[in-house]
């Protein structure tokens, strides 16, 4: 992406081997098609990036909620983030959640990922996202879920609050990278959703029997890995007796839970200050206490021995989803399809490049 030219006296060789990069555009075809049969690298580029991030080698603020009155329900999300390392990269995922898109046919979410060159500051991509976010939840989920649990007896019921397109990326995910059950539950408000999930795992010749249950708490006390991906605002799920039987909680949408529920569990999440805002569950229940002292850890702390996670106490991941893991995933669609010259570049989308002119 960068050129050569000789130095003036006033510029270091660095500084003149710097050029524009060229502008590529990534439509969500490819997307798809660079990632598909790419889950288990995707869980180990994950834990990679979390690893990075860990050690300090990575930007990410907060993200910023645009909220608008007249549609109390809908959000577009700024997460910017820049990952160090081997490959650096600066960018910025815009995501919008807008639920009431479910009623006309259309899907909830939609997304873009700018990646900036780290040298310039450049954008020199726009990939679509959606299928780049749903790939880092799901893998991100099924990174924990074979993290935690360890130490404890092998899941073999698994149940997704909420029917969407996540649960079918977490249920990929967990297939992909080994995971089988004797029983699948389902619950979702809306049962045609139930009733779609249902009909796609059946026809993806998915083992072990899928049940729709009709209420939260059958699908909770007959799981093992209970599942929420929902787009619940506010938490739904009150009481803690329903996790009596110690399962493994993939929070992904991080506001379903009571306080209540996360003050009796070990909780694990990826980022503690990241988790710790916009109202999720831990939020309210760091508000509840006044302390943070219900966290347990993070998970990359559980990766590099620093936390055991306890059997006998429900386990509670929430992740609150990191822009560098989209950086990551997004960086490695662009490198593939760079590397198989199939990139659809833009030709003289920046303009007016001589200072000049």
């Known amino acids: 992406m960068t050129g050569t030219s000789s130095p003036s006296a006033s510029e270091t060789p660095a500084e003149a081997a710097l050029t524009v990069p060229p502008f590529a555009v990534v439509p969500g075809i490819q997307v798809e098609q660079v990632l598909r049969g790419r889950e288990k690298h995707l869980v180990e580029l994950v834990e990679a990036t979390y690893r990075l991030h860990s050690a300090g080698h990575s930007v ?4 910023q909620f645009l909220r608008f009155p007249d549609r109390p329900s809908s959000r577009i999300i700024a997460l ?10 600066d960018g910025l995922k815009w995501i919008s959640s807008f639920p009431e898109n479910v009623r006309v046919g259309i899907p909830r979410a939609s997304a873009v ?3 900036n060159d780290h040298a310039t500051g450049y954008p020199f991509a726009c990939l679509e996202s959606s299928v780049i976010s749903a790939s880092r939840t799901a893998a991100s989920a099924a990174l924990a879920a074979d993290r935690l649990s360890r130490g404890r007896p092998r899941p073999t019921r698994v149940g ?26 389902i619950h979702d408000l809306s049962p045609e959703s139930a009733a779609g999930f249902r009909c796609y795992l059946e026809q993806s010749d998915t083992p072990g029997q899928i049940t729709v249950h009709n209420t939260a708490e059958e699908l909770i006390r007959y799981s093992d890995v209970v599942v929420f991906a929902t787009v619940a605002g506010t938490p ?14 993939l929070h992904v949408s991080l ?11 070990t909780n694990i999440v990826d980022d503690v200050e990241h988790c710790l805002k916009a109202d999720t569950s831990p939020h309210l229940a760091e508000q509840l206490t006044g302390n943070r002292e219900f966290l347990h850890g993070t998970l990359t702390e559980v990766m590099t021995g620093q936390v ?11 992740p609150f989803g990191l822009g560098v893991l989209d950086l990551a995933v997004g960086k490695f669609v662009y490198d593939e399809l760079e590397r198989s010259g199939e990139l659809h570049f833009i030709e003289d989308f920046f303009h007016g490049l001589r200072r000049y002119g």
């Open 60 to 63: 990410n603020p907060p993200s």
């Open 80 to 89: 910017p983030a820049s990952l160090g390392g081997a490959a650096p990269v």
């Open 113 to 115: 990922l700018i990646l």
């Open 160 to 185: 997704f609050f909420g029917a969407g397109l996540i649960a079918r990326y977490i249920h990929t995910f967990l297939a992909a990278t080994g995971w089988s059950f004797d029983e699948i539950g």
């Open 236 to 249: 739904h799920v009150h009481d803690p007796s329903w996790f009596s039987h110690n399962p493994l909680v």
């Open 255 to 265: 506001r379903d839970l009571a306080p209540e529920i996360l003050l009796g569990s």
């Open 308 to 318: 055991v996670v306890p059997a006998d106490r429900p386990v509670i991941f929430s």
